[in-house]
């Protein structure tokens, strides 16, 4: 059974860190890109970043650029989100996803499987 499980939520002050975790048991994990996204209360679900099926290759949404790094390590079928310099705009459930591509995309649809979500609170 295709699998996703995101760790590492919580809550955290303005400026503070986390690192999120997604471990996979997917035989396909190693050969597609992952991905990040969020969805606040009353919002829609935001695309965060994506990561190439090999690691090579990231791309993060203007709203986090520089603050938050995807990385992946196939060895564990794990993919990671470190996010520093948290806001109080950054409050959401987060949410990975395994891409249907070896490339990432940052629409929705573009991934088949999806986590069951973990809570990022930034408040102080």
């Known amino acids: 059974q295709v699998q996703l499980v995101e760790s590492g939520g919580g809550l955290v002050q303005p400026g503070g860190s986390l690192r999120l975790s997604c471990a996979a048991s997917?035989?396909?994990?190693?050969?597609?890109?992952m991905g990040w996204f969020r969805q606040a209360p009353g919002k829609e679900r935001e695309f965060v970043a994506h990561?190439?099926?090999?690691?090579?290759?990231?791309f993060h949404a203007d709203s986090v650029k520089g603050r938050f790094t995807i990385s992946r390590d196939n060895a564990k079928n794990t993919v990671y989100l470190q996010m520093d310099g948290l806001k109080s705009e950054d409050t959401a459930v987060y949410y990975c996803?395994?891409?249907?591509?070896?490339?990432?995309?940052?629409?929705?649809?573009?991934?088949?499987?999806w986590g069951q979500g973990t809570q990022v609170t930034v408040s102080s």
């Open positions: 996803a395994e891409s249907k591509y070896s490339q990432g995309g940052t629409r929705p649809s573009e991934y088949d499987y």
């Open positions: 997917l035989h396909t994990f190693s050969s597609r890109a």
């Open positions: 990561i190439s099926w090999s690691g090579h290759s990231a």
